[in-house]
């Protein structure tokens, strides 16, 4: 379960944890199915590292960047085929979420899950 400043925010966690799952994200994936955040543990604290993609990605998504404390450095929603982000600040910790689910989080926030 994902926590903001401690507190749980009632959506569930999953984890892309090798290099295929980072590599695919969010492609394909039926806007239905997609009612839980999906984490990516990137080796070290980046800018150019943490960019994302929305290709072949075909709802909005909120995306929260954080940085090696679990903190939140930048957020955005991303419409469907944005070609390429990249945070304002390094990160190590990329949060993609259904839209508007990540509403009330700010920058500065403490993540955990």
Not at 9 to 31: C, H, P, Y
Not at 106 to 113: E, L, R, T, V
Request: charged letters at 30%; hydrophobic letters at 40%.
């Amino acid at each position: 379960m994902l926590k903001v400043n401690e507190k749980k925010i009632g959506i569930k966690v999953r984890f892309a944890n090798t290099s295929w799952q980072r590599l695919k994200g969010l492609m394909f994936e039926d806007t239905k199915k997609f009612d839980y955040a999906l984490i990516f543990d990137f080796p070290k604290e980046s800018i150019i590292g943490c960019s994302i993609h929305m290709i072949f990605v075909f709802f909005p998504i909120d995306v929260l960047f954080l940085n090696k404390e679990k903190k939140v450095v930048d957020k955005i929603t991303l419409l469907p085929f944005t070609p390429n982000y990249t945070p304002k600040k390094p990160a190590k910790y990329v949060i993609e979420m259904p839209n508007e689910k990540a509403k009330k989080i700010k920058i500065g926030d403490k993540i955990s899950w």
